[in-house]
């Protein structure tokens, strides 16, 4: 086991985590048959305690359960909806430590910098803090701050956590099955990206080119000449949080077009580009004064690798369109079949899962929460997902939440059905980077193929043309076709010593054992022992393949 003697004391805080929540009640056995998808139920005290036990541990634990909020196939609902909650809200830090790190990061001081900076923060989370401030020019800006250290705690929290997980993934059941250490390995990309201020940066440009079609939909544009890896000073943005639109406010707002609009954008971030704000909660959505819909804090975004958009198209059209069993069929193409996988309990607990939504009316269950239970469902039976589709789901229930709020009548399969012809056209419409890769192979091709063609006509006519076919494994082919023609060649010995002991038992001989012609006898007994020890060889090989 690969523990280090300095991390003991972290060692010691997740042990007692482990204790205290560790048991079956907690880890994957849920009933989940019970809860309809979509439903929120208040979480029980023990969940509730278990958000509060992250909370007192730090910045890294509160991020851990953050991202354990999405995994739905790891904590049961209730655990799920508790750490969903969590609030990253502490005392904020002494002006001097901000201005000690926006002079060493950025080369200035704050007076130099702007006009105005407000002395009292906007929020003080665990690892960084936000104020208002008022570029020379007059430009409302906020300038987020990394915590002094913060980085160095969460390396090493996360390098403690990491050894843990290697540990429980090589001695126990349940991180076999789930797989501890690609989840630190999640979380450690996740709260490293968080931790670099310039990738952010980099995700509101990115994010506000894929949302520029969307007239509905703006993003805070960085300034990147006061930016860096530990700050980052980007456009104000005034608005009020979604959830504090109450239903006399809605009368004033065009919901249905801000929610579609919302939804179609987040269909072509996952699906087109492969990029998508990966924590979009009502809290980081924004109604401004001009009734648009501003996206914050894209410090957590998700990649989706090209190779899963198409399959991804195919399960949210599957899963919207009510056809369970083939978006079983999909997730099991997405997934890694572990050795007890049960294929025929998965595809019949998604196409129930599916059937009871469509029968409660599919307009009135939430498609993030039926992603989120086939995860679940995943779990339970032996298949694997890729993480990029628990954080999927979870994004998408939070869509869920803020396009109800938005108007509570909108349909968001409805809109995943309608959107998705539009997201086909742009998939297999050529982009620009791969009619250039294209380009680049059909030339590599051109130039290669005179030495290839000349390479082939000399080994032709040399006679020394080979054609190797690596199909199957011949070795083990002959091996077993050798086998096979030795155990026929053995029964049709033993047969034949059978038959000719039958036809020597009518012989008439002076030479009897036991009644009969001795030589028969010795025949039959030869046979016997013949197809005994056969017996024997064919059960001995056929559990030594059962083993390998």
């Given amino acids: 086991m690969n523990l280090r003697v300095r991390h003991l004391r972290r060692y010691g805080e997740v042990g007692r985590l482990l204790v205290k929540y560790g048991r079956g009640d907690l880890v994957a056995d849920a009933d989940t048959a019970s809860a309809a998808p979509g439903t929120s139920p208040a979480p029980p005290p023990k969940a509730l305690e278990l958000a509060d036990d992250l909370e007192r541990l730090g910045p890294t634990y509160i991020k851990l359960g953050q991202l354990l909020s999405t995994r739905t196939d790891v904590l049961p609902p209730d655990y799920v909806e508790a750490l969903a909650r969590l609030q990253d809200d502490v005392a904020p830090m002494p002006l001097a430590d901000v201005e000690r790190v926006f002079h060493a990061e950025i080369g200035m001081e704050l007076a130099d910098a702007f006009e105005w900076f407000d002395d009292q923060p906007v929020a003080s989370a665990s690892l960084s803090q936000v ?79 894929i949302v520029e079609p969307y007239d509905r939909l703006i993003v805070p544009a960085p300034v990147t000449e006061l930016s860096s890896r530990r700050v980052l000073t980007m456009d104000y943005i005034a608005g009020r949080k979604v959830t504090t639109i109450t239903a006399v406010g809605r009368t004033d707002l065009d919901g249905s077009c801000l929610a579609r609009q919302l939804f179609q954008a987040y269909l072509d971030q996952i699906l087109v580009e492969g990029f998508f704000h990966a924590d979009p ?86 498609s993030g929460s039926l992603v989120m239970e086939l995860n679940r469902r995943a779990f339970e039976t032996g298949l694997r997902l890729p993480p990029e589709l628990a954080v999927l789901g979870k994004a998408m229930l939070n869509l869920d939440q803020i396009a109800r709020i938005l108007d509570p009548a909108f349909d968001p399969s409805a809109c995943v059905r309608d959107h998705a012809d539009a997201v086909l056209r742009r998939r297999v419409r050529p982009s620009r980077e791969r009619i250039t890769a294209a380009a680049l192979d059909a030339r590599e091709l051109v130039e290669e193929m005179p030495g290839r063609l000349n390479r082939f006509l000399d080994a032709l006519g040399r006679g020394d043309l080979r054609l190797r076919v690596d199909a199957f494994d011949e070795v083990e082919l002959l091996r077993g076709l050798n086998q096979l023609a030795n155990r026929i060649t053995t029964g049709l010995l033993l047969a034949a010593l059978i038959v000719g002991a039958a036809m020597l038992t009518r012989v008439e001989t002076s030479q009897q054992l036991f009644g009969y012609p001795a030589l028969a006898i010795v025949c039959f007994l030869l046979a016997a022992g013949g197809a005994v020890l056969l017996f024997i060889a064919i059960v001995r090989e056929g559990r030594r393949r059962e083993r390998r």
């Fill in 131 to 209: 104020h208002r401030a008022r570029l020379r020019n007059g430009h409302e800006v906020v300038v987020k701050v990394q915590r002094p250290g913060v980085d160095e705690q969460v390396g090493d929290e996360v390098d403690a956590l990491a050894e843990l997980a290697e540990m429980l993934d090589q001695h126990t059941d349940i991180g076999r099955r789930i797989g501890f250490g690609e989840l630190v390995e999640q979380f450690e990309r996740t709260i490293g990206a968080e931790l670099d201020y310039r990738r952010e940066a980099g995700n509101l440009v990115r994010l506000a080119e």
């Fill in 281 to 366: 909660h009502p809290g980081n959505v924004l109604l401004t004064d001009d009734g648009r819909l501003a996206l914050l804090d894209l410090g957590m975004v998700a990649h989706v690798p090209e190779r899963f958009q198409d399959a991804l198209v195919q399960l949210l059209v599957a899963v919207s369109g009510g056809r369970g069993e083939q978006a079983a069929r999909v997730a099991i193409g997405l997934g890694r079949e572990l050795p007890d996988f049960d294929e025929a309990a998965f595809l019949r607990g998604v196409a129930e899962l599916v059937d009871r939504a469509h029968g409660l009316g599919i307009g009135d269950v939430a």
